[in-house]
């Protein structure tokens, strides 16, 4: 079965160049294999059996890497501009959740599940983003902010918590082995 670059296993040379050249200038994975319409493992792949060989030095001898994509716009005629900035780390686009970040961290906290939020999102705020943006932010908030460890307090000799079990077995005094029990409480 051929794909529309070359055949299903092997891609050809200047899609080959295509994705170091992309990957050079900074572009992710994920974009660069919705860019080219092949899988993200593919990219991967191939990133990873060239290694050695990627060039992020862009134009030869200038230093300068020219932008992949690019749009001359009315304002600033002959200048090129990317598409996309990538200009530093977490660029992209900015999540639909961010409007409703207070909203979705209270959600959090209380220990709801990213469905649930999304549902709730729906239904509350008229939410028209995808699930998996919404389960994205839940990530990165749950990533910040770690799971919050509840203390138990009571008084002295209120609580007990009590284990009862097959013990090890005994040697009694006539030479038998018996079977022993075990009853551990602990007080909190």
Not at 13 to 24: C, F, K, W
Not at 45 to 55: G, M, V
Not at 91 to 115: D, H, N, W, Y
Request: proline share 4%; net charge positive.
């Amino acid at each position: 079965m051929r794909d529309q670059w070359g055949m299903s296993n092997v891609l050809k040379v200047s899609l080959q160049a295509t994705i170091y050249s992309l990957h050079g200038r900074g572009w992710s994975r994920r974009r660069i294999a919705r860019e080219l319409g092949i899988d993200r493992e593919t990219v991967g792949r191939y990133l990873l059996l060239a290694k050695p060989a990627i060039s992020t030095t862009g134009v030869e001898g200038t230093g300068e890497a020219k932008p992949a994509i690019s749009t001359a716009g009315a304002e600033g005629a002959g200048k090129a501009k990317p598409a996309i900035s990538t200009a530093g780390k977490g660029t992209g686009r900015k999540s639909q959740c961010e409007p409703l970040a207070e909203a979705i961290m209270a959600k959090v906290e209380v220990g709801l599940s990213a469905q649930r939020i999304y549902q709730d999102l729906v239904e509350e705020s008229g939410f028209t983003d995808s699930y998996q943006s919404v389960k994205r932010f839940v990530r990165k908030l749950r990533s910040i902010q770690p799971e919050r460890v509840w203390r138990l307090e009571c008084q002295p000799g209120e609580e007990l918590q009590l284990d009862f079990g097959l013990g090890a077995p005994i040697d009694d005094a006539e030479g038998k082995m018996r079977r022993s029990w075990v009853l551990r409480m602990v007080l909190s």
